[in-house]
């Protein structure tokens, strides 16, 4: 019997299976049982389940039929294949770049929607009774955790500190996860001045210590690969914060297994603090002259199958009513949108409640302005208005007429906006909970059909809603405009990626910002350049996805799903 | 040839040119402004500035498009006031008047209407002071507001007739202590 050459190279150099008869058998690059000799499985954002390959570099390059290609994790030795087919078992033929057709890890397939007894319960909560503000507000609240039946957790509320100031905390057997909220006092700086740029300055954690030591430490986590990290933390809302553990792949795996009882410690911090290490070129780096009141809520019972959510949504409109949306067909489809999407991460969105807000707040915040630089003031409008949303275990949405973008080209409105990420969960009432969303497109229902359609009014809204639900709940983008690489910030591996450099067309690829030379204004990858079915270029049709395209399909990753549902606010189901 | 053929020529003719004129779409910038439009995040004027000219007809077209959502529109019309503001000016000074147009989207032609229209944005704006639409009026009066003094006064004139709870007596206030700091001012 002869043994086709092709079949001999990519068996051998590759993959080390066996061929049999006349047609190539490519064999398996799944790593069960095991890998051939000379490959190692490899498991992470690159081939989530684990693919057996073998590392490369240019400069020391693949065996015969096989291309070492730049992934976001590393180099690695990859088939080249001619067309659709052709590649081993686990693997299938996509596009990389200038590496042209290789075998590629398929993109990892989203979680299966949980079937949910009803569509939520909407009512009318009536209108809020809050007095006119005046000033800026930057309240500290109280946390509504509420372990009622079944007890999922507990509430230690640590008291107020100063920054440097090392806190004990116990954590109770059976304990899965935690999360860390802590509200600065009014007096604190809001902002830092960082690399040319400003950045709220969100208070954090840091270090975190257990039973066994070192949990997570801010700095030196950079080391790692993001989804190697046990806290994937970014300065998002000023002065009040919260970090929620597990929010990585790593931190899941550790949930999963219980956390160490017994006595933790954190030391209180903030970005301006930890720029002492970073040298962020703020003259006050490294200070310790911020104060925050801290609470540890703990979390039990492993990661639910399933869990339930609340939501309250506040109607700062000139034209909406709270009377008016609970019946309203269109409010009712954006509902069953929400309810779809976040059924994909395992959750039954329960009740929603429609509340109508005082005169004086329609008038002042039904057109909300929104930038990066109004996101890290606590006294902008938008965060004000964040303000009003009345204590409860629900995720507060506010809807707006209008979303106005200074800094933006003139005329620029936006969707929506999230107040930090996670969003300070049971804390309702802070400058940092909650989302506005635009309900300028909530009538515009003439291009609703079967299918989810940037032409359906409520399809969009619904879904921008949920995506901002998503950010309330701990996830990030699994891709950003520059589409460098996921593994700059994703700390996810089973949520699709997409590389610049080996997803857009070979006449952009020079512009990709991990390129050499790279324009001032690099190459931006688009839905459909992250649509190609592999996990190196896909995630156009995730919820997350930076933007919202045809190609939405709202999914959520597995692992995505398991954060959401570690969510304080989350109730197991 | 008879006068029916002629007009068959003429019809022929404007259908052929009206084609030769609306050149095919790249579908490879079709997805990247589409994309664009689509973005959670504000897009920059450099990240629009950024993509060719032939990005303008289609941002006119999503613009012009009676189909498509009011924030979408909006978005498309104030991009195109940066890839090609001559193509916008017709489309904001007729849709900031176009009372049958989606209120977001009068609002964001008002905001651009300074940029985009220069001197002639103030003979748009002014009317729009007593529009039926209270966030119309508003914009009208803080586009008006932000182009200088001249505009300033006109909303100072116009608030005269109107509750302190309009929104142009709100910004007709902000500018009276703007003109008493600095009178001279006029831009």
Redesign the interface.
């Known amino acids: 019997m002869r043994i086709p050459l092709s079949c001999f190279l990519v068996s051998l150099a590759v993959l080390g299976t066996a061929c049999s008869g006349d047609v190539a058998d490519l064999g398996s690059a799944t790593c069960s049982p095991g890998c051939a000799s000379g490959l190692t499985c490899v498991d992470n954002a690159d081939f989530p389940g684990g693919v057996c390959t073998a590392s490369c570099s240019q400069s020391s390059g693949c065996a015969s039929g096989s291309t070492c290609v730049q992934l976001s994790t590393g180099e690695y030795c990859l088939p080249s294949c001619a067309s659709g087919n052709g590649c081993p078992t686990g693997l299938v033929c996509g596009t990389a770049g200038s590496a042209g057709q290789v075998c590629l890890a398929p993109a990892a397939a989203p979680a299966t929607a949980v079937s949910c007894p009803n569509q939520p319960a909407a009512s009318n909560g009536g209108t809020i009774d809050v007095t006119e503000m005046t000033g800026c507000l930057q309240p500290i609240v109280q946390s509504t955790y509420a372990p009622a039946p079944p007890a999922i957790g507990s509430t230690l509320a640590l008291g107020d500190h100063s920054v440097g100031e090392t806190v004990q905390f116990q954590l109770p057997a059976g304990t899965t996860g935690f999360t860390v909220v802590s509200q600065g006092q009014s007096t604190n700086v809001g902002q830092v001045h960082a690399f040319g740029s400003v950045f709220p300055n969100s208070p954090l954690p840091t270090p975190i210590t257990g039973p066994g030591g070192t949990f997570f430490d801010y700095p030196t986590s950079f080391d790692r690969a993001p989804s190697d990290r046990t806290l994937t933390w970014s300065p998002i809302s000023p002065v009040t914060a919260a970090v929620t553990f597990p929010n990585g792949t790593a931190g899941l795996k550790t949930a999963a297994q219980g956390l160490t009882p017994g006595n933790w410690s954190l030391t209180v911090s903030d970005l301006l603090h930890e720029c002492a290490a970073l040298g962020c070129g703020d003259p006050g780096d490294g200070s310790t002259a911020n104060r925050y009141d801290v609470t540890v809520l703990t979390r039990s019972g492993g990661i639910p199958d399933r869990g339930a959510l609340d939501l309250a949504i506040y109607l700062v409109s000139g034209s909406l009513t709270a009377a008016s949306a609970t019946n309203d067909p269109n409010f009712r489809r954006m509902l069953e949108r929400i309810s779809a999407d976040l059924a994909r991460a395992g959750i039954c969105v329960q009740s929603v409640t429609y509340y109508d807000v005082p005169a004086w707040a329609r008038s002042r915040w039904s057109s909300v302005p929104v930038s990066d630089d109004l996101a890290a003031d606590p006294c902008s409008e938008y965060r004000q208005l964040l303000t009003l949303a009345r204590p409860g275990n629900v995720v507060s949405l506010f809807f707006v007429d209008d979303i106005t973008s200074p800094g933006a080209p003139i005329g620029t409105r936006l969707v929506g906006y999230d107040g930090a990420i996670p969003g300070v969960s049971t804390f309702n009432g802070t400058t940092a909970g909650g989302a506005i969303v635009s309900s300028a497109d909530l009538s515009g229902a003439s291009g609703c059909g079967n299918d989810f359609s940037t032409r359906c009014g409520p399809d969009v809204v619904g879904e921008t809603a949920a995506h901002e639900v998503g950010h309330a709940l701990g996830l990030f983008h699994p891709t950003e405009a520059l589409g460098a690489s996921g593994e700059d910030f994703d700390p996810l591996t089973d949520t699709p990626q997409c590389l610049c450099a080996l997803c857009v067309s070979a006449a952009a690829r020079g512009g990709c910002a991990d390129q050499q030379n790279a324009p001032a204004q690099p190459t931006q990858v688009d839905g459909s350049d992250c649509a190609q079915g592999t996990q190196s270029c896909g995630g156009a049709d995730y919820l997350m996805f930076w933007q919202l395209t045809d190609l939405s399909r709202g999914n959520l990753s597995p692992q995505e799903g398991q954060v959401m549902r570690l969510n304080p606010l989350v109730r197991p189901l | 040839m008879s006068a029916r053929q002629a007009a068959l020529c003429v019809v022929a003719a404007l259908v052929v040119g009206g084609a030769a004129r609306a050149a095919p779409v790249d579908p490879?910038l079709k997805?990247?402004v589409?994309?664009?439009l689509?973005?959670?995040?504000?897009?920059?004027?450099?990240?629009?500035?950024?993509l060719p000219a032939e990005a303008a007809p289609v941002l006119e077209a999503v613009a012009r498009d009676r189909?498509?959502?009011?924030?979408?529109r909006?978005?498309a019309?104030?991009?195109l006031?940066?890839v090609q503001p001559a193509a916008a000016a017709p489309l904001v000074r007729g849709l900031a008047t176009d009372v049958t147009a989606?209120?977001?989207l009068r609002?964001?032609?008002v905001?651009?209407a300074?940029?985009v229209l220069g001197a002639e944005a103030r003979g748009v704006l002014v009317p729009l002071l007593r529009d039926r639409e209270?966030?119309v009026r508003?914009?009208s009066a803080r586009a008006l507001a932000g182009s200088g003094a001249a505009g300033c006064r006109a909303v100072i004139a116009e608030a005269r007739s109107r509750p302190v709870?309009d929104p142009v007596a709100r910004t007709a206030a902000s500018c009276e202590a703007r003109l008493r700091e600095n009178p001279a001012r006029d831009r």
């Open positions: 490879g997805a990247r589409d994309g664009l689509g973005s959670y995040r504000a897009v920059t004027v450099a990240e629009w500035r950024s189909t498509a959502l009011p924030t979408w909006a978005r019309l104030a991009a006031g940066v989606p209120v977001v609002s964001a032609a905001d651009g300074p940029g209270a966030a508003l914009r709870s």
